[in-house]
């Protein structure tokens, strides 16, 4: 099929998976719904898409560890950082050396630098397959933060892993000493690679735009191409362009926060950013429901190989991997959170000891996913020899089992687990937002005032200036009202602001649908349409937030 049309078909597969999802009467995850219409493409529409693992690599994987660095709460992060640095670090190392010796233990035929890269590429989570499943049940903010906290890292960490292991697979060497020494390189060398590109690129972009003007267009493809870059920049001279994308997207976040961006660059970016998100995840998981049928059959010859007659021996392997690593992680977490109880001297207080469920709410939720697939489909085509890569069919089809057996597990015993569990109470986030929207609201009746008084001063129209002002003073007044009263009078007032958001919301529907009526009429041009419907749904936006 032309590479064209096989895009296309990809794309529209997506789309019609996400309308699948939401027909089911059963809470399934969308990647499960995209892996079985991958499957489904594969042996109805006998479609195989040569995959080449460089170019997979480099499409997908920047721009979604972009978005989620750059997406991510930065005070959170850090609020957290101890937890996340112990289960995107400390949990890498353990799951790479646990599953890589338990794999070349149940599989001596495969090699056990390949058994370590298949380790590699199974330690990094998806938190988009979690949020995916957090759509229908609720998972605590806290324990969110944390999984998106340490899939950002430990996509970088499991994946240079990955490296090291197949570098020790073509050489038949490996040093730690040497080993230690690269990673130092390849890590710093790719943060570095991530924020200067990005500050760079930030800083130029102000740069013109002080000077000749915002235009927000050409800001958000830049926004698009910064991932890339990194990417590119680090790997040029051998270092993480994984965590040069991380980076970048933390830094993004750092210097999108600025005046200068125009309010529609922020508006259209966060938009265009979602439809780049859902399509790329969602290919991902529809690639490998197209790739798992061949790569079943590749790995069923090579057990057979290995002394099996059954191919069932796949589905064995792939559920002791997967029970493996739920245990590997289970043991981890709890000793994580045992020490940083520890730390903070509450370990005689019986309240903080973690249960046992919250321990398996957090291993269960450490599903597999995208940067799984994206990895392990790097592995060498070839030996520098020309023989082919030991057990690569193999690998690929086990990954493959534990990606989906992760995700079934999620979707069957995370709702389970997750009834009554509770995390160390936070400061609720609507009293900060709260505090937010009253400072906010006396900051612009200050300048407000300001306003009105530089431009009615001398004029003969002062009366319609403060009128003006009076309506807009009117309106932030009920806001400070909204957030900062407590009692009867602010439950009172919050219910006013309540019936009158219902009632702007259906005086906006009234106002759409007369402008469409005016439009089918011929009383209406379409440029005039498309800009009036446009504000109608930004305000529609605005009262829905």
């Known amino acids: 099929m032309d590479p064209v049309m096989v895009v296309l078909f990809l794309v529209f597969a997506v789309v019609v998976s996400g309308l699948l ?51 991510i709460p930065n005070d959170e992060l850090y609020k957290n950082r101890a937890t996340i640095l112990e289960l995107a670090l400390g949990l890498v190392v353990f799951t790479v050396v646990g599953a890589g010796l338990l794999i070349h233990a149940m599989i001596p035929a495969m090699p056990m630098p390949v058994a370590f890269a298949l380790a590699a590429v199974l330690s990094p989570t998806d938190p988009i397959a979690v949020s995916a499943i957090a759509e229908r049940v609720h998972v605590p903010k806290r324990m969110m ?129 979602d439809v780049v998100q859902f399509a790329a995840n969602g290919i991902i998981f529809v690639l490998l429901g197209e790739q798992l049928p061949w790569v079943v059959n590749d790995a069923v010859e090579t057990v057979h190989l290995i002394g099996h007659r059954s191919s069932w021996w796949l589905a064995v392997y792939a559920l002791a991997i997967n029970a493996g690593l739920l245990l590997l992680r289970f043991a981890w977490v709890w000793v994580s959170l045992q020490l940083t109880l520890f730390r903070e001297g509450r370990r005689a207080d019986a309240k903080a000891t973690p ?32 023989l082919p890569f030991p057990a690569r069919a193999l690998a690929i089809c086990l990954a493959a089992g534990v990606i989906v057996l992760s995700l079934v597990a999620a979707s069957i015993f995370l709702p389970v687990l997750l009834k009554g569990v509770e995390l160390p109470e936070e400061p609720p986030a609507h009293e900060e937002e709260a505090r937010a929207r009253v400072a906010t609201a006396e ?6 005032q300001r306003s009105m008084r530089e431009i009615a001063e001398g004029s003969k129209d002062a009366g319609v200036y403060l009128a003006a002002a009076a309506r807009i003073t ?56 498309r800009k009036l419907v446009r504000e109608l749904d930004l305000l529609e936006a605005r009262y829905r937030a």
């Open 21 to 71: 999802s939401r027909m089911l009467p059963v809470a399934i995850p969308r990647p499960l719904v995209q892996i079985a219409l991958g499957v489904a493409i594969g042996l109805v529409a006998h479609l195989r898409v040569e995959l080449d693992p460089e170019i997979f690599f480099l499409l997908f994987l920047p721009p979604l560890l972009f978005l989620d660095g750059w997406r």
């Open 145 to 273: 933060r944390i999984l998106e906290g340490e899939s950002l890292l430990n996509d970088a960490s499991g994946l240079v892993c990955l490296r090291f292991a197949i570098a020790a697979a073509l050489t038949g060497t490996f040093s730690f000493f040497n080993a230690g020494l690269t990673f130092l390189w390849v890590a710093l060398g790719g943060i570095a690679a991530g924020v200067a590109v990005t500050w760079v690129i930030t800083w130029v972009q102000d740069r013109t735009s002080a000077r000749f003007g915002p235009e927000s267009t050409s800001q958000i493809l830049v926004s698009v191409l910064i991932p890339f870059t990194a990417y590119l920049a680090a790997e040029e001279v051998h270092c993480s362009g994984i965590l040069a994308a991380v980076a970048a997207g933390v830094t993004m976040s750092a210097t999108a926060a600025s005046e200068r961006t125009p309010a529609t660059a922020r508006v259209r970016g966060n938009a265009l950013w």
């Open 355 to 386: 249960g046992w469920r919250l321990v398996a709410t957090v291993s269960l939720a450490g599903v597999r996913g995208a940067t799984t697939l994206a990895g392990i489909l790097t592995l060498p085509l070839a030996m520098p020899n020309g």
């Open 443 to 448: 900051a612009a009746i200050a300048g407000l």
């Open 474 to 529: 009117d309106f932030y007044r009920a806001r400070i009202a909204e957030h900062s009263l407590e009692g009867e009078p602010a439950e009172r007032a919050r219910q006013t602001l309540g019936i009158e958001r219902e009632l702007r919301l259906a005086a906006l529907q009234a106002e759409r649908a007369e402008i469409f009526r005016s439009v089918r009429e011929r009383q209406l041009g379409d440029a005039a349409a």
